[in-house]
């Protein structure tokens, strides 16, 4: 069965410090992808990054990096430097093969909240 | 393009009254998903559609019905509504890149509608 864990309900720091969000992630299957998205207090859902299970190199788009690891089945997100416009709740999602309609399994999401 | 929009973006319901909520997307993707977003629980997948004319149960089904007579819009129905429907509700839709109908793009999701059922 496919499960997406994110242990860290809530996380507070303060403006300029460095945070992870952790992602453990659940599959039967070889073929598999990643995803998060982050969800600002406007609500929206906003796509932040794809990865697929045959490409573990590590990802950074400015301040954003996000650290793939099949051997502890973990898709780390890191924010360095975090601003007060970081501050929304972010979900890890995950999709394979093995389910019908591309359906994604959604984690619970971790909301952060940067204080100035 | 517009990408995936819905209406209405807020409703309040009556235990018991009936209601549509409309999605539709521009982007001629063949998969189509309603979400319940509720506190603490993440989004958790009500029904989805793998193309027009077809739709399936997701993981919370129980209250909602749907229907997907044209490829580009997505209806999600509650016959009889009860303050457990309370809830924001998403729609989104996703293209099909695989061989076998999978998919490794990723989900487009509309604003949201906030529902609240008295």
């Known amino acids: 069965a496919q499960k997406v864990t994110q242990a860290q309900t809530e996380i507070s720091v303060v403006e300029k410090e460095d945070v992870t969000l952790d992602c453990v992630y659940e599959?039967?299957?070889?073929?598999?992808?990643l995803f998060w998205y982050k969800q600002p207090p406007s609500g929206e859902l906003v796509f932040l990054i794809r990865?697929?299970?045959?490409?573990?190199q590590n990802e950074i788009s400015g301040r954003y990096s996000w650290n793939f690891q099949k051997s502890t089945s973990s898709f780390n997100f890191t924010i360095t430097a975090s601003q007060v416009v970081d501050s929304a709740v972010y979900f890890c999602?995950?999709?394979?093969?093995?389910?019908?309609?591309?359906?994604?399994?959604f984690g619970t999401g971790t909301s952060l909240t940067v204080i100035p | 393009n517009a990408g995936v929009t819905q209406t209405p973006k807020f409703r309040v319901l009556k235990t018991g009254q009936s209601m549509t909520l409309l999605c539709a997307q521009d982007?001629?993707?063949?998969?189509m998903y309603w979400y319940r977003q509720d506190p603490g629980m993440g989004l958790r997948l009500i029904h989805y559609?793998?193309?027009?004319?077809?739709?399936a149960k997701g993981e919370v089904p129980d209250g909602y019905n749907v229907s997907r007579l044209k490829k580009q819009n997505f209806l999600l129905g509650l016959e009889s509504a009860a303050p457990s429907q309370t809830s924001v509700y998403f729609c989104?839709?996703?293209?099909?890149?695989?061989?076998?109908?999978?998919?490794?793009?990723?989900?487009?999701f509309g604003p949201g509608t906030r529902l609240t059922v008295t």
């Open positions: 999602a995950l999709t394979d093969l093995t389910n019908t309609g591309n359906q994604f399994y």
């Open positions: 599959t039967r299957d070889t073929t598999y992808y």
């Open positions: 990865r697929n299970s045959f490409d573990e």
């Open positions: 982007m001629n993707h063949e998969y």
């Open positions: 559609s793998v193309g027009e004319g077809t739709t």
């Open positions: 989104a839709s996703n293209a099909v890149g695989l061989a076998g109908g999978h998919s490794s793009y990723e989900q487009y």
